[in-house]
């Protein structure tokens, strides 16, 4: 494997994808989104008072964020994961592209990695856009007040930020384990309907086991508990334990479904 080669794929990837009508529109929803739920929240009186932070969305415009982040943890993370992981290799398949690719100068690792870089990138590039999109609609819409956290300590719009940035960061490697499970789905089923639907179904069943009576630490090692470690950043004294957890569980989601993934494609007939 070259570096150039797998930068080549990546380009070649980008290129493709900004060109796809639902790629724009899931990149502007991010924009948008927060910015009708903060005017929503603005002008009614009845507030999302059963959610973390939701009666402080119009107190603070740090609440927005992390009120944001929660319903994003639903199902919008595990969509905006395999919206392309899920639909780049099955694409191949859809189109017949494959016999062109894997006879090309480009070997099989240059291709799946420029792939996978590309769909992991569009995963980060889309929460990011949604994390400050989120922040800028709760200080331009409700303003930059302090925030009281879970342990009822007032923060000032300083700390608050820095809370809240980080807390989006924290979801990062869970997206990232939803993308490499779209990936592994697309590449073993060569659809794209079940590369970008069985994550989200997936996803939908962690959230039903982690209601369960289960170990607190069986729950911590599902992805989907991943999207909630944040909540630690928001206590006094912060703590990192689930955090930690559900970075790891993480990792091992990511690494296991990407070297499954690739054993698949490496097995792959060029003809098929």
């Known amino acids: 494997m070259s570096l150039r080669g797998s930068v080549t794929v990546t380009r070649v990837e980008w290129s493709k994808l900004f060109a796809q009508l639902k790629v724009r ?50 199902w919008v993370f595990p969509v905006l994961a395999s919206i392309v992981g899920g639909d780049l290799f099955s694409a191949e398949d859809r189109h017949g592209t494959w016999v062109i690719l894997l006879t090309r100068s480009r070997s099989r690792i240059e291709i799946f990695t420029g792939k996978v870089i590309a769909a992991l990138a569009f995963s980060a590039i889309a929460v990011t856009v949604l994390a400050l999109s989120s922040i800028a609609a709760g200080i331009l819409v409700v303003g930059r007040q302090p925030l009281i956290d879970l342990s009822g300590i007032l923060l000032t719009p300083g700390q608050a930020a820095i809370r809240v940035v980080l807390a989006w960061l924290t979801v990062l490697l869970p997206v ?31 959230q039903l086991v982690a209601f369960l009576d289960s170990a607190p630490i069986a729950r911590q090692m599902l992805m989907t508990s991943g999207f909630e470690a944040w909540r630690g950043l928001l206590t006094e004294p912060t703590y990192f334990g689930p955090l930690l957890y559900t970075t790891s569980a993480s990792l091992l989601y990511v690494g296991a479904c990407l070297a499954i993934a690739y054993r698949v494609l490496l097995r792959r007939d060029a003809g098929r």
């Open 25 to 74: 529109l899931a990149l502007a929803a991010c924009v948008v989104g927060p910015f009708v739920f903060a005017a929503a929240m603005r002008v009614q009186t009845n507030l999302p008072t059963d959610t973390l932070f939701g009666r402080s969305v119009t107190d603070s415009g740090f609440a927005t964020p992390l009120v944001v982040l929660g319903f994003a943890a639903l």
């Open 176 to 206: 990232f384990g939803f993308t490499a499970l779209a990936v592994l789905t697309s590449i073993v089923t060569r659809s794209s309907a079940a590369g970008i639907g069985l994550p989200v179904v997936a996803a939908m069943a962690m």
